[in-house]
């Protein structure tokens, strides 16, 4: 990276930062990575009206497009962690079970390589552990 590349960086940075003070002085602590947590898991009838009706009526229902959403989330890799989680816990909330998001996961190796399954698997394990806590 350039000195002048690192001084533009660092500068948007710092404005971002400032505009998201401005907005909300609690937003100069945020934490990307828990994202998720601010936007709780939707209900199966508003995932199907959104996901499943509204943009594809006659196409895949919910719980597929959840599914497809989890196979691409996992080719990204680390990346996309927090929509992962968000779209793990979206598909079992449309009946996705737990075996079908991994298996959607365990077929990604073949595309996205092993360490991105490894580390999708991972996630689904956390998001897996926390909804058996809730029903507990």
Known sequence: MTDDFSKLFSSM???GAE???LFNPALESFNPAAMEKLFPTMSKDMMEMWFGKTFNR???DSRTRLLVTIAALTVLGAQAEPQLRLTIRHALEAGATQREIAETIFQMSMFGGVPAMTKALEIAQTVFDEKSGENA
Do not use: I, S
Request: proline share 0%; aromatic share 0%.
């Open 13 to 15: 940075m710092e404005q």
């Open 19 to 21: 505009m998201a003070r």
């Open 58 to 60: 006659e196409g895949l």
